[in-house]
T-cell receptor, first 113, second 114 residues
Framework: GQQLNQSPQSMFIQEGEDVSMNCTSS?????WLWYKQDPGEGPVLLIA?????ELTSNGRLTAQFGITRKDSFLNISASIPSDVGIYFC?????????????FGKGTLLTVNP | NAGVTQTPKFQVLKTGQSMTLQCAQD?????MYWYRQDPGMGLRLIYY???????DKGEVPNGYNVSRLNKREFSLRLESAAPSQTSVYFC?????????????FGQGTRLTVV
């Protein structure tokens, strides 16, 4: 089946630094999603991408849908302590009227104040 | 708009007990999922339901059964709980939301098996 490789697995950064993480797939996705999971909570959708090459921002977060449709990138600028959490990428694949979700393993972000 | 609702939020079971985790979504999504998340690990797919009446095994289905009762509800059953099933369980649904394909999660069920 489809697999997503998300990297890095974990990051330790200082407050104010920029962060980059990415996700690559063995096959094409038509939709890429990025989620953040705070400790003790469920994943929350941050950004959705629908077109190859698309660049979408949500505050300090920017995500890109790779032109090959097999990868996606998430950048966080000027990190703050509340950015701490696990970030997941996901590909959403359409089969008829159904959509199937495939997740990356997550990137654990730690921000030192 | 409630999104994806899971019950219960917390549960402690004794080894060998059975229980059902409930999940309901109000977004008219066709697809629903059950994941488990162990400490320091990512989300592992237990079962997936592409549409009402269909279910498929995921990465870690052993020890679990599911039931897609209707389009809204997807339940996960542990027939004989084991300590290895101590985990946080998440339900998710995917489909078109105001025209755009999206997926959302519930808040999770923290299960401890002693």
């Amino acid at each position: 089946g489809q697999q997503l490789n998300q990297s890095p697995q974990s990051m330790f950064i200082q407050e104010g630094e920029d962060v980059s993480m990415n996700c690559t797939s063995s096959s094409i996705f038509n939709t890429w999603l990025w989620y953040k999971q705070d400790p003790g909570e469920g994943p929350v959708l941050l950004i959705a991408l629908y077109k190859a090459g698309e660049l979408t921002s949500n505050g300090r977060l920017t995500a890109q849908f790779g032109i090959t449709r097999k990868d996606s990138f998430l950048n966080i600028s000027a990190s703050i302590p509340s950015d701490v959490g696990i970030y997941f990428c996901a590909g959403l694949d359409r089969g008829g009227s159904n959509y199937k979700l495939t997740f990356g393993k997550g990137t654990l972000l730690t921000v030192n104040p | 708009n409630a999104g994806v609702t899971q019950t219960p939020k917390f549960q402690v079971l004794k080894t060998g007990q059975s229980m059902t985790l409930q999940c309901a979504q109000d977004m008219n999504h066709n697809s629903m999922y059950w994941y488990r998340q162990d400490p320091g690990m990512g989300l592992r797919l237990i079962y997936y339901s592409a549409s009402e009446g269909t279910t498929d095994k995921g990465e870690v289905p052993n020890g679990y059964n599911v039931s897609r009762l209707n389009k809204r509800e997807f339940s996960l059953r542990l027939e004989s709980a084991a300590p290895s099933q101590t985990s946080v369980y998440f339900c998710a649904s995917s489909g078109r939301d105001r025209g755009a394909p999206l997926a959302f999660f519930g808040q999770g069920t923290r299960l401890t098996v002693v």
